[in-house]
């Protein structure tokens, strides 16, 4: 055993330090703000990999695998921490808004089909008998029963009490440099001082970039939340107008999100928020009068091919698990696991194989 110093607490460092902690390992976690408020914070919490769309594929199957092994990842959390992260396989209908998008989704239902999925697509009628009102070009739509949620803010907020309850957590801490010696992890340089340990893991999302030499970028999404009736919407809608979110405890309805490549520029714009708006008006017209609870925004860790990256260095003894992208909640039961199958037995797998820094080298 050792001591892993994970840059980043968002849900992808936290997860795997979790996940090493349980094995024995002692962990410090270094985050430039507090632990649990990056991009982990500010997403919708979809679990999604058919209503997204995704092509059948290496990455669709990681996907897939995280979405089956998601309901045990909660539920040990809440036996660990008594936090509730109210995951919800509520079910993702995305809805037809033309004959070109009922097209597409057809095509996207017999294609997952052939590879043993479930979808259903139901007529305009069937939908709106449900609802207080539907968006008047909505001709009909699919159903993608296993897609779901979870409250993402919950489930940080749990992971945030598991590390500072387990883990050593320096906060308000920049990491400047994963520093080497002998082609071997050495140490964090960070604005504070050193942090010293026997292997490193680079989870810093958007801002990965920043400390090693990989394409990682941030991808601009802005969000709001809206006030919702118990039972109003039971499942998440999702196009390409915007997805609108129901929580579980009909505590807020997420309307998300805009995706912009415009660097690391904080704010809400009128365009941006504009575009939820009509969106969910588009879907649910009666919703314009709902009370606005909240605007905001954050950044997705985007990579030059959209795949994660994940796996060991060049440098030993660092690891990188980052480029989550879309689908970073999701991901992170699978990504927990595979990262600390390989830093603890040295195991490969063969997502790390494709999802490799390599493949940029
Ligand atoms: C608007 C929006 C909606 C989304 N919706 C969904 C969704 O519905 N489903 C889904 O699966 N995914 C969604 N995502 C994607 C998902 O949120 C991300 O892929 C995921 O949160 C990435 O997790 P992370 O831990 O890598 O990054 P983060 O949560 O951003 O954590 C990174 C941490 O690293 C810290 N850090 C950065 N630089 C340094 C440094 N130099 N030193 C120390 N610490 C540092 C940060 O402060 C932060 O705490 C969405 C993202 C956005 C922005």
Redesign the pocket.
């Known amino acids: 055993m050792g001591k892993g110093v994970i840059?980043?607490?968002?849900?992808?460092?936290l997860s795997i330090a979790r996940e090493l902690h349980k094995r024995g390992y002692e962990i410090t976690v270094?985050?430039?703000?507090r632990?649990?408020?990056?991009?982990?914070?500010?997403?919708?919490?979809?679990?999604?990999p058919q209503a997204e769309g995704l092509k059948p594929g290496i990455f669709f199957d990681f996907c897939l695998e995280s979405r089956q092994m998601y309901k045990d990842f909660v539920e040990e959390l809440k036996d660990d921490t008594g936090i509730n992260s109210n995951y919800w396989k509520c079910g993702i209908f995305c809805p037809a808004f033309s004959e070109e998008d009922a097209e597409e989704l057809i095509n996207r239902l017999t294609t997952y089909k052939t590879l043993g999925l479930s979808g259903q697509w139901l007529d305009r009628r069937d939908i709106e008998k449900n609802y207080l009102s539907l968006g008047k070009d909505i001709i009909g739509g699919v159903l993608f029963e296993e897609d779901g949620q979870v409250d993402?803010r919950l489930l940080m907020k749990a992971l945030r009490e598991y590390a500072l309850k387990n883990f050593e957590v320096i906060e308000e801490?920049?990491?400047?440099k994963i520093e080497e010696k002998n082609g071997e992890f050495f140490r964090l340089y960070?604005n504070n001082g050193y942090v010293d340990g026997d292997f490193c893991v680079l989870?810093?999302?958007?801002?990965?970039g920043?400390?090693l030499d990989i394409p990682v970028f941030p991808v601009k999404?802005?969000?709001a939340g809206v006030d919702i009736e118990m039972g109003e919407i039971d499942k998440v809608f999702f196009s390409s107008r915007a997805y609108i979110i129901p929580r579980f405890d009909y505590s807020r309805l997420v309307i998300?999100?805009t995706e912009e490549r415009v660097g690391f520029q904080d704010g809400n714009s009128i365009k941006g928020v504009m575009k939820l708006f009509k969106g969910l008006i588009d879907t649910f017209p009666h919703m314009k009068s709902k009370n606005i609870q909240e605007i905001w925004?954050?950044?997705?860790?985007g990579t030059t091919d959209l795949d994660p990256i994940l796996g060991d260095y060049f440098i030993k003894n660092v690891y990188i698990a980052?480029g989550?992208?879309?689908?970073?909640?999701?991901?992170a039961p699978i990504t927990a696991k595979i990262m600390a199958d390989l830093i603890d037995r040295n195991e490969g797998n063969k997502y790390l194989d494709v999802f490799s820094y390599k493949r940029f080298v």
């Open positions: 840059v980043g607490g968002g849900i992808i460092g270094v985050d430039k703000d632990i649990g408020f990056g991009a982990s914070w500010v997403a919708g919490g979809m679990l999604a993402n801490t920049r990491v400047i960070t989870s810093a999302g958007a801002w990965s920043k400390i999404g802005e969000m998300g999100a925004f954050g950044y997705r860790p980052t989550h992208y879309r689908n970073g909640i999701l991901l």
